[in-house]
Nanobody
């Protein structure tokens, strides 16, 4: 059974940084593209970033480009989201997601980690 476990969320002041981590078990990690979604209260869930199984290609939500960086370590079955210059509008629950390489839909989700940004 696949399991995605996020960590690293917390409370930070605007302009600060956080690094989210997600460890995956139960699957051959290197076969999967990984990503992050987020959902703020009263808003729809939105895509934040993704990284291909090889780590060679990344995609970002426009509003986080230049501030967030997604990376992965296949040896550690882990994906990371470095978030710099955080803004109050970045506050949300962040979810780690995965999809089998060559497919379009993210099909497995973690339980989420809360990010709170104070102004």
């Amino acid at each position: 059974q696949v399991q995605l476990v996020e960590s690293g969320g917390g409370l930070v002041q605007a302009g600060g940084s956080l690094r989210l981590s997600c460890v995956v078990s139960g699957r051959t990690f290197s076969l999967y593209d990984m990503g992050w979604y987020r959902q703020a209260p009263g808003k729809e869930r939105e895509f934040v970033a993704s990284i291909r199984w090889s780590g060679e290609s990344t995609t970002y939500l426009d509003s986080v480009k230049g501030r967030f960086t997604i990376s992965r370590d296949n040896a550690k079955n882990s994906v990371y989201l470095q978030m710099n210059s955080l803004k109050p509008e970045d506050a949300a629950i962040y979810y780690c997601v995965m999809r089998l390489r060559g497919t379009e839909d993210f099909h497995s989700w973690g339980q989420g980690t809360q990010v709170t940004v104070s102004s």
